[in-house]
């Protein structure tokens, strides 16, 4: 997929929630999570004063979007780097506090196109999965050394797969003739196991194992619990924080982040809540928003997504 077929998903909303505190004076919006750069790039040509730092693992994903914002070079800060890393990054580009900061998760569509990176169950390619191809272990090492028990847990917790101890089993059995590094036979391998009833409905039935292994090979949930306090850590005062999780267990973390947030500390019979206990962020979305039947129609990337948006109102205690 070329830069310019990329098209990022509920860009308008996302927008929406930014342009306040992007137009301000001197502002400086974190993408966390860059991508293909279109959310950048929006944002960039709707707000000429806008200074963008840019974040991402892939460095194929880093090159192509530098490559998108070519035009706004003078105000665009790239960084190869994982988004829990977000002080450290702010640091070194001598940026103490920020008015926006953006996470749209998950695999991109480039990573899932490409046929090297393993991320996809539906042909055949090396089983990597590693966001970030130049370091840390593949998908290849956790179903090759894990034992059962490990991997039911992996499935099991992170894909939250009923059958995950039949499938552990089942690589267990396939592993000592052979390493197994394709990730056809993977996905068949996860077919043969689970009950043929069971596949008949909900999609391909190794669409869970795959998105088990993806996060546990780069730790996408503890990245993002690490992330997500040091955001509103780094925001200003009105400053805002958009994310967009595909999954159910990115977005369950998100809510209850910005739950606890947006929730007074304070004892709930306290007549008078002191300032200290006072919520430090403001819920800017009732619950979690989905894109639009027309989006997902034109994207059906998009089908999957649920967006949370905060501000934060207060300095910490």
Do not use: C
Not at 12 to 37: H, M, Q
Not at 253 to 274: E, Y
């Amino acid at each position: 997929m070329t830069a310019s077929a990329h098209v990022p998903v509920m860009l308008d909303r996302v927008l929406d929630l930014l342009d306040p505190v992007a137009g301000r004076e001197s502002a400086v919006v974190v993408d966390a999570t860059l991508g293909l750069g279109g959310h950048a790039t929006a944002l960039l040509a709707r707000h000429p004063d806008l200074r963008l730092i840019g974040i991402d693992r892939d460095p194929a994903a880093l090159a192509r979007s530098g490559a998108r914002l070519a035009a706004h070079t003078d105000r665009v800060t790239l960084v190869h780097g994982v988004y829990d890393s977000l002080p450290e990054i702010l640091s070194d580009a001598g940026v103490e506090r920020v008015d926006g900061v953006l996470f749209d998760l998950g695999v991109s569509s480039m990573q899932l196109d490409l046929d090297d990176r393993g991320f996809s169950y539906s042909r055949d390619t090396a089983l990597d999965m590693r966001m970030d191809p130049t370091t840390g272990r593949t998908a290849a090492d956790v179903v090759n050394t894990y034992s059962v028990e490990d991997l039911s847990r992996v499935l099991k917790q992170y894909g939250e797969e009923r059958f995950a101890r039949r499938i552990a089993q089942a690589i267990e059995r396939e592993r000592t003739s052979a390493p197994l590094t394709s990730s056809a036979r993977l996905a068949e391998i996860v077919r043969e196991a689970v009950p043929a009833a069971t596949r008949r409905t909900g999609g391909h039935p190794a669409k869970r194992t795959f998105q088990a292994l993806r996060i546990e090979v780069n730790d996408e949930l503890g990245a993002l619990e690490r992330a997500l306090p040091a955001a509103v850590t780094a925001l200003n005062l009105g400053g805002r924080l958009v994310v967009l999780a595909y999954q159910s267990l990115e977005d369950r973390l998100v809510k209850r982040v910005f739950a606890a947030g947006a929730t007074s500390s304070a004892p709930p019979d306290l007549p008078v809540v002191p300032d200290a206990a006072q919520p430090e962020l403001r819920l800017l979305t009732r619950g979690s928003e989905p894109a639009s039947a027309r989006e997902i129609e034109a994207n059906p990337r998009a089908a999957s997504v649920r967006l949370r948006a905060v501000e934060r109102i207060r300095e910490a205690a």
